[in-house]
């Protein structure tokens, strides 16, 4: 069954780092999507993209974050200077116009 | 804003019936999901609900009253694997959806 894939499966970072989170969606999909967890608390909207650019972002999803799709299967969330605040559960997902989203096993992030 | 409400924690024994409600606000409402979520793991889909009624899938069905703005996800013959959270989220005018808290379910034998 197709899945949507997720690296790595936990990053562990210094605070005003930069990280890269990565995902693959599932390969006929057209609508991507970054999720977030903070431990304990309910799954949060970040940004959702389509056609090669952001069609919605959240509050949370300030200049600090970007999306990108650099190719034609990957699909990359980046943190340009990490805070304690941004540990979380990062999920990813992708879906085709006539499916519901599929959800990636998620990245957890630690920043120290 | 658009919350969703579900309840925090509810528990159940092994072989019996459950139903987790869930209550959004109805403005721009444009379909409901049911994901299940184990501990550390991703939210995997379980259910849509676009119209007012009964959707049945297996052991699991899901309920919409678009006018009352409520859901409710029925869980028959309880097994222990169905040991999870059960987030409702609301997908509204746009893309996104809005999830609740989430309801932990505890199955016991």
């Known amino acids: 069954e197709p899945e949507v894939t997720q690296t790595p499966s936990h990053q562990v970072t210094q605070m005003g780092q930069e990280v890269i989170l990565r995902c693959v969606p599932i390969s006929n999909h057209l609508y991507f999507y970054w999720y977030r967890q903070i431990l304990g608390q309910k799954v949060e909207f970040l940004v959702s993209f389509y056609n090669n650019e952001i069609s919605e972002k959240s509050e949370i999803f300030d200049d600090q974050f970007s999306v990108e799709r650099p190719d034609g299967s990957n699909f990359t969330l980046k943190i340009r200077s990490t805070k304690l605040e941004d540990s979380a559960m990062y999920f990813c997902?992708?879906?085709?116009?006539?499916?519901?989203?599929?959800f990636g096993q998620g990245t957890r992030l630690t920043v120290v | 804003g658009q919350n969703i409400d579900q309840p925090t924690e509810m528990t159940a024994t092994e072989g019996a019936i459950v139903q987790i409600n869930c209550t959004y606000q109805t403005s721009g409402f444009n379909g409901l999901f049911w994901y299940q979520q184990h501990a550390g793991e991703a939210p995997t889909f379980l259910s849509y609900n676009v119209l007012d009624g009964l959707e049945e899938k297996g052991r699991f069905s899901s309920f919409l009253s678009r006018s009352k703005g409520y859901s409710y996800l029925l869980l028959k013959e309880l097994q222990m694997k169905d040991s999870a959270s059960y987030l409702c989220a609301v997908r509204y005018n746009t893309d996104k959806l809005i999830f609740g808290t989430g309801t932990r379910l505890q199955v016991f034998p």
């Open positions: 997902a992708s879906r085709s116009p006539e499916t519901e989203a599929f």
